[in-house]
């Protein structure tokens, strides 16, 4: 069966004018908890020494953001934005959501240059390597609607919107 990922999207203009104007450190706080939760115990421990204390950098073009993080030897964690980074990866905002969904690989971005690294080409290719060996879950789009996460929620918390002084 052939897969044939979705035309390319680009933020229009006017979401990109916008995006541009937040501020940094909230997403930058977004990404390295999903970094934590997703790939922080499965990093192996060559590549977390490559990384430690490596300014890195997400560029989202389209929507003219960056998340500025890095390795702390046991966590991700986000950082001030500098003008120097060790790394920068770089792709539109689609095509950052096509690799999360495991329906783009990167060397195919990489080569239709869609995907962009910039810095240590070195530091470049074990990420790329480690990330495409790791066992990541798929970003499924589904899971994040507000009843999903609601619902998630609730799970979580046993008798969440009971009455006070009843039993769920």
């Given at each position: 069966m ?10 229009p203009?006017?979401?990109?004018a916008?995006t ?11 990404l ?10 499965q ?8 990384l430690?204390n490596k300014?890195?950098?997400i ?34 905002a689609?095509?950052?959501l ?32 480690t990330?495409?060996a790791?066992?990541?879950?798929v ?7 507000p ?6 929620l609730?799970?979580l918390?046993?008798g969440?919107?009971?009455?006070p002084?009843?039993?769920?």
């Amino acid at each position: 069966m052939n897969h044939t990922p979705p035309a390319p999207f680009t933020l229009p203009s006017p979401l990109a004018a916008l995006t541009s104007r937040l501020p940094a450190f909230p997403g930058s706080l977004l990404l390295v908890t999903a970094l934590n939760l997703g790939v922080a115990r499965q990093l192996p421990r060559d590549v977390g020494e490559m990384l430690l204390n490596k300014r890195l950098r997400i560029h989202v073009r389209d929507a003219r953001v960056t998340f500025d993080f890095t390795w702390t030897g046991g966590a991700f964690a986000p950082r001030a934005r500098h003008a120097e980074t060790d790394l920068c990866i770089s792709a539109s905002a689609h095509d950052f959501l096509l690799l999360a969904q495991r329906q783009q690989d990167p060397d195919t971005l990489f080569f239709n240059r869609r995907l962009v690294m910039e810095g240590d080409t070195e530091l470049g290719l074990v990420v790329k390597n480690t990330l495409d060996a790791l066992e990541l879950p798929v970003l499924d789009l589904q899971q994040w609607t507000p009843r999903q996460v609601l619902a998630r929620l609730s799970a979580l918390r046993p008798g969440m919107g009971a009455t006070p002084g009843t039993q769920p």
